[in-house]
C-alpha cells in the first residue's frame, strides 16, 4: 500500500522478505514522500509570498486611506510631483499618490507615502484615492493633455473638490480654466518671473523665499479661515488689536466672495468666510490661533 500510494510503482525493485526490511524501506518512501512535499511548498511559497505581501500591503494601504479626510490627491509621481509630495510629507499634510506606472508606484510606496496604481482620469481610480472626502487634488502630469481630462474629469465627479493644474504651452491654461481648475501653475514661467526679478530685486526675492521655505528662518507667511464663531467677526482689525495680543501681523484678507483687500488699512471689519494672510513666528502664530479661534 505504502508502495502504491506514494507513486513509487506497484513492486519492489528486488524481493524484500523480512519485516525489518519492509519497515526499513516504507520509512524511506514515507521520508522522501515528505521531503519532495517540503520541497514543492518551499518552491511554491517562494513564488507566491511576494504577491500575498503585496495584496495585503494594498488591502492595509486602502483601509488607511478610507481613514483620511480634507487630504491631497497627487496625480502624477514625475519630476514636478516628488517636488510636491517631498513638501507635503515635510509639512505633515495627508496626501494620496496616483500613478499610472507599476514600477514607480511601488518606489513611491517604498518612501512610505500612500499610492495608489492607475490612470487619474478614471474615475474608479479616483474614490479609491478618496476623492469623494479630499480637499484638494493637484494635476501635475507632464502632458498637458492628460491635465486637461483629470481636471475635467475630477470637476464632473466633485464639483467643490479645489482643483491645482500644471500647464507647459501656453494655451494650455485657458483649457484648464474652462474644464474647472481652480489654480493654475506653469513652472516655466515662475521660474522665468524669478530669474527676472532676481536681477531686478534681488532683496525682495530673498526676502519672500525665507518667509515662503519653512524651516529657513522663524517667520512664517500662513493662510487662516475666519469661523462663525471667532471673536474677529463684526470688528476692525484695529479694535482686535492682534499685533499687540499675538505678534502676528495681517498682511492681506482674502473675502468670502474672492476680493483681496491689500494692503490693510486696520479698518476693515472681518466676517466669517473671510481668510486673512499671516506674518509671523510660529509660536505666534499658535497663538493666534487659539486667541481668536480660526483654523
Do not use: W
Request: glycine content about 8%.
Amino acid at each position: 500500500m505504502v508502495i502504491t500510494v506514494s507513486g513509487v510503482g506497484f513492486g519492489e525493485v528486488r524481493p524484500i522478505l523480512t519485516p525489518l526490511a519492509r519497515t526499513h524501506t516504507m520509512l524511506l518512501i514515507a521520508a522522501g514522500t515528505l521531503a519532495f512535499a517540503f520541497t514543492l511548498a518551499s518552491f511554491v511559497q517562494l513564488l507566491t509570498e511576494s504577491e500575498i505581501l503585496d495584496f495585503l500591503g494594498r488591502q492595509r494601504m486602502h483601509k488607511q486611506i478610507e481613514k483620511l479626510n480634507d487630504h491631497t490627491i497627487v496625480a502624477g509621481y514625475g519630476r514636478v510631483g516628488a517636488l510636491v509630495c517631498e513638501e507635503l510629507a515635510a509639512r505633515a499634510l495627508p496626501f494620496v499618490v496616483i500613478e499610472q506606472s507599476p514600477e514607480v508606484s511601488e518606489d513611491v510606496r517604498a518612501r512610505g507615502y500612500l499610492c495608489v496604481t492607475g490612470d487619474a482620469t478614471d474615475e474608479k481610480v479616483l474614490r479609491e484615492a478618496g476623492f469623494e472626502k479630499a480637499r484638494v487634488i493637484v494635476s501635475v502630469m507632464p502632458n498637458d493633455a492628460e491635465n486637461v481630462f483629470i481636471t475635467l474629469t475630477a470637476r464632473q465627479t466633485c464639483a467643490n473638490i479645489t482643483i491645482i493644474a500644471r500647464a507647459e504651452q501656453p494655451n494650455t491654461p485657458h483649457k484648464l480654466r474652462q474644464a474647472g481648475a481652480d489654480h493654475i501653475v506653469m513652472p516655466a514661467v515662475i521660474g522665468a518671473n524669478r530669474i527676472v526679478s532676481l536681477l531686478t530685486n534681488p532683496g525682495a526675492v530673498e526676502f519672500a523665499e525665507l518667509v515662503t521655505n519653512r524651516g529657513s528662518v522663524e517667520i512664517e507667511l500662513d493662510e487662516a479661515l475666519i469661523q462663525s464663531a471667532s471673536p474677529l467677526v463684526g470688528h476692525t482689525l484695529r479694535d482686535s488689536d492682534i499685533k499687540r495680543r499675538t505678534g502676528v501681523i495681517i498682511v492681506a484678507i482674502k473675502r468670502a466672495d474672492g476680493r483681496l483687500e491689500f494692503p490693510v488699512t486696520g479698518d476693515e471689519i472681518m466676517a466669517a468666510g473671510d481668510r486673512v494672510v499671516l506674518l509671523g513666528r510660529k509660536s505666534n502664530l499658535d497663538d493666534f490661533r487659539k486667541e481668536y479661534r480660526v483654523t
